[in-house]
Structure formats: C-alpha cells, structure tokens
C-alpha cells in the first residue's frame, strides 16, 4: 500500500557495493523485494576502488563501503559493524597457540587482497598504527579464494568476519590475536548531487527500520561478534 501511496510501483533500484558487503546484502533485497515485488534490482559488486568510481561517474542509488571516500561529497548512514579478524585453518601450528599476539602473526606466510581493496586498506592502516609489517607471500582478488587458500594451509589472512558468514569455512578459524578485531562499520553511502528517486528513499527508510535489526540478528546467531 505504501508503494501507491509514495508513488511507486515499479522502477528500478541501483546497488554497488564493496565485495566484502555481498555476503549480507541479498539478505536486506529479500524482504523489500517480497513487499515491492514489481521493482528491478541492479547490484554491482566490486572492491572499494571500483565502488569509489562509480560514486564519482554518478551511477547508482546507494553504495556500501566500510571505508568511504573522504574526498567526494556525500551523505551516509552507518549501519553495521565489520569486525576483521585473522583466520588460519584450525591444524595450522598457530591455531594450536594461545596469547597470540600480531607479532605472532607477522612471521606467517600471508594472502593479501589486491590494490584497492577496502580490506586491504583498513589493513594497512591498522599496521601503520602498530608500526608492523607482515609477511605477504600472496595477493589475490578474491575473498573466496583467499578462504580456500587459508583452508588449503596454504598461509594465514585478515578478512572481515562478514566473509565466514552462511556456512562454508570448513577447516577455518578465528585466531585470537590481541590486537584485533579492526573494528570497522559499514556505510550505506550517496551523492549529495543525485536526486534521489522514492524507491531510493523507501529502501533507506526498509534499511534503517527493518534491515539494520535484522542483521544484527544474523550477526549474533552466525557469532560474527565473538572474538
Ligand atoms: P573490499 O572492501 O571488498 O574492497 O575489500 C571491503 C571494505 O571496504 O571493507
């Protein structure tokens, strides 16, 4: 009824969102789409630097970051936290060790996620903070297969806790290294510039009402916040 009454029935709703955001997105589309089952979702999943180009050229309704840019006016709501936590496969020598510390974990092969990643940056930037480096032996564009390296025993990583979400990580765990989680947010994020349409506006209104409890829900009952 509230479609009528706003205006809209169908159009079209234009997603991009940071790769690391995709293992809980469809999972807000699902209810606004069983209330508003005529509209169109388009939803680009790329890393942080191929979101932030699409913000600048102006495509889409909303993007999802957890680390926006600064240098690009914009309005946001923050939304959810994405806590980043080390991961290694559980006969790993190092997930037998307790008191871990980063100093522990800066001695094992790492697999890093590629330039303009957001992970990658959010890693980076809590490094330069502890004044460590770490032992990057590989560099790959995907969360899914940095996870089956980590299973393969192949090194260890950091990647948000979001990534180990529905199932699928047989083998891994969480390494309880002092220094961490990087506690970061998620950001739904956008251009001050664009107009925003009514079926923009009414999925901020269903994320903000429903969306955000929601998946603070699932974060609980998947044990996302745990250390
Ligand atoms: P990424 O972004 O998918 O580019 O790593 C995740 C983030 O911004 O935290």
């Known amino acids: ?22 293992y809980f997105i469809p999972h807000l589309l699902g209810p606004f789409l069983e209330k508003y089952p005529d509209i169109d979702i388009q939803l680009n999943i790329g890393n942080r630097q191929q979101t932030i180009e699409r913000l600048k050229q102006g495509i889409d309704d909303f993007y999802v970051f957890s680390h926006p840019p600064s240098d690009i006016e914009t309005q946001s709501i923050e939304f959810l936290t994405n806590p980043l ?3 290694a496969h559980e006969d790993h020598p190092i997930a037998k060790k307790q008191n871990l510390t980063l100093k522990d974990l800066s001695k094992e092969p790492f697999i890093m996620r590629e330039k303009g990643s957001g992970t990658r940056y959010a890693i980076e930037e809590f490094l330069k903070h502890h004044n460590t480096k770490l032992n990057v032996k590989m560099t790959i564009e995907s969360n899914e297969a940095i996870k089956h390296l980590v299973m393969s025993k192949l090194g260890i990583s950091i990647l948000s ?18 220094e961490l989680p990087i506690n970061a947010h998620w950001f739904f994020v956008w251009s ?14 269903h994320i903000e009402t429903n969306g955000r409890s ?11 916040l745990s250390r």
């Open 1 to 22: 009824a509230i479609g009528n009454i706003k205006g809209f029935k169908s159009g079209t709703l234009r997603l991009a969102v940071v790769t690391t955001s995709k």
């Open 85 to 87: 936590v080390a991961i």
């Open 161 to 178: 806790a979001h990534t180990l979400m529905y199932g699928g990580q047989s083998g891994l765990v969480r390494l309880p290294i002092k």
């Open 192 to 205: 001050k510039s664009k107009r925003q349409t009514l079926l923009a506006a009414e999925f901020l209104d």
């Open 214 to 224: 929601l998946l603070q829900k699932e974060m609980i009952s998947n044990d996302i």
